[in-house]
């Protein structure tokens, strides 16, 4: 029998964070909660690409991928031991443009989320099993850029991340999830053979590969409380009504874009 469903998680930064963006950092402590929950419920923890790959051969094993957007420091220096701990993969999106720098577009939040990594240690990341994803050059929502400017995002990224760490690098994230047509098609033409979006659920076999949804954990969720969301006992609606809502609120952005603003 074939695969149904698989389900995806999209980690940031594994810190403790407080304020409107403590949702975007899940603790150590909490992070190895979650993951052994997840273990202990039968599920084999994998990057993103793996789990793919694994599914369209035929696997049916019930398979999870985890995932970390952006690149910050604590995830060589907390994730990558909580991974290796519960025996889990991974896949971590590197914000290309900021690394060796800050969080940029997080604004006044940034300093509380640290250091990026810096190409040395994005090295040190790949060399320890962890597959290196692509999340653009910098963290601009791609549905409203220019072509131009959205294919110098995706290819040059892309191009860099090869390059200096003589990887292969097939994934790729939307920056704040925004995608459309013409961006799913420019990442694809750059050489990807998936991405991901955020979507807050599961994923199906009908569904293109270039727009994967993911599940965001929080530091608030238990072990237990993850177990029951990735099974399917979290919300379904308000992910369907915000994307019947996208097109309308992408022309807002593109709009305030065009005003010298960004709007995520």
Not at 10 to 27: E, F, I, K, T
Not at 39 to 47: E, I, N, P
Request: aromatic fraction near 8%; proline fraction near 6%.
């Amino acid at each position: 029998m074939g695969w149904s469903t698989l389900p995806a998680l999209m980690y940031h930064s594994v810190s403790a964070v407080d304020g409107p963006l403590r949702d975007l950092a899940v603790p150590p402590d909490r992070l190895a909660e979650q993951l052994d929950a997840l273990t202990a419920a039968g599920y084999r923890l994998v990057g993103l690409t793996q789990a793919l790959d694994e599914l369209r051969a035929g696997s049916t094993d019930k398979l999870l991928a985890v995932t970390f957007d952006d690149g910050y420091r604590d995830f060589l220096t907390a994730g990558v031991p909580a991974l290796r701990s519960a025996g889990a993969g991974a896949t971590l999106y590197a914000s290309v443009g900021h690394l060796g720098g800050h969080a940029g577009w997080l604004g006044q939040w940034s300093p509380d989320f640290g250091p990026m990594l810096t190409w040395d240690e994005l090295a040190e990341v790949a060399a320890s099993g962890v597959e290196i994803g692509n999340h653009s050059l910098i963290h601009h929502p791609l549905d409203v850029l220019s072509p131009a400017r959205l294919r110098d995002e995706v290819y040059r990224s892309r191009e860099e991340l090869e390059q200096r760490l003589q990887i292969e690098v097939r994934s790729f994230a939307y920056p704040h999830g925004y995608n459309s047509g013409r961006v799913r098609e420019v990442v694809e033409a750059a050489g990807h053979d998936n991405a991901t979006e955020v979507g807050y659920r599961v994923h199906t076999p009908r569904e293109r590969r270039f727009a994967v949804p993911r599940f965001q954990p929080t530091p608030d969720h238990t072990g237990a409380d993850l177990v029951a969301l990735v099974e399917g006992q979290g919300p379904a609606l308000v992910p369907a009504l915000k994307r019947c809502a996208q097109p309308g609120w992408r022309l807002v952005r593109r709009v305030a874009r065009a005003a010298g603003r960004n709007l995520t």
